[in-house]
């Protein structure tokens, strides 16, 4: 096993689930497994895991529900499985907290590429030690704009000095977003970066991947407090996709 690839699979389906078991060990994780959200809520307490599976429909709380409550705890990654016509179910289950989907029937290595374009990106879980005092004359790292701060190695977001608590791919999409500054980003663009995927001329971006990031934004200006139709940090150019807004807007 290389490194700290554990990996816990939410699954009541026992066939998925081994099916699943398989795909992950073969890639390297060491799985354990649940057929219900609550005993697999108590799985990632236990083995805190760099990675979890979780299907939606399940006995008792259903995957929605199982994804809330291991969020209030765990930074692990989330994929949920949903089935194919369901884009209602990629949607909510990026709302409560999920990183990705795959849709059900999937097929291994599809899922294995998905799970290692996200082990590509930076875990919240080994931020950088941050002092309880940061100096505010040590710039090196930091994006800014209008009062937004961002550090990509710390994954630390402050607004006029205030700590936000954004999701992986909420912080993400805003550091994609206040890298390009003025360059406008499209929706599949940014979807196929936060599959942690080159460029999307060699990636397929699906409607649902494209609405995807719609939800994130959404999310993503709730929590920074702003108004799509006035922004003061994101602006939407209609039917291209996002950018920052001006220096003086």
Do not use: C
Request: aromatic share 4%.
């Amino acid at each position: 096993m290389r490194g700290d690839r554990v990996a816990v699979v939410i699954e009541d389906d026992a066939d998925i689930r081994r099916l699943l078991e398989q795909v992950l060990e073969q890639a390297g994780f060491e799985t354990h497994s649940a057929g219900n959200g609550l005993d697999g809520i108590e799985e990632v307490r236990r083995h805190h895991p760099t990675l979890t599976t979780l299907d939606i429909s399940m006995p008792g709380i259903d995957g929605f529900e199982t994804a809330k409550r291991i969020r209030a705890f765990s930074e692990t990654y989330l994929i949920m499985l949903t089935a194919r016509s369901d884009e209602i179910d990629t949607l909510m289950g990026l709302e409560a907290g999920a990183d990705d989907y795959v849709a059900k029937p999937f097929r291994p290595r599809e899922l294995r590429a998905r799970i290692e374009a996200m082990l590509r990106r930076p875990r919240l879980e080994e931020p950088q030690a941050v002092p309880a005092t940061r100096p505010v004359e040590s710039d090196a790292g930091w994006l800014e704009h209008r009062g937004l701060r961002l550090h990509s190695e710390m994954h630390l977001v402050t607004i006029d000095g205030d700590e936000l608590e954004l999701t992986r791919s909420e912080f993400e999409l805003l550091h994609d977003l206040m890298s390009s500054r003025r360059r406008v980003r499209s929706k599949s663009d940014l979807a196929v970066a936060l599959r942690g995927e080159g460029y999307v001329t060699s990636s397929y971006v699906s409607d649902a991947d494209r609405r995807a990031v719609e939800v994130h934004l959404a999310n993503l200006r709730r929590k920074i407090g702003e108004s799509a139709s006035h922004p003061r940090w994101i602006e939407t150019v209609r039917g291209v996709g996002y950018r920052l807004t001006a220096d003086d807007a």
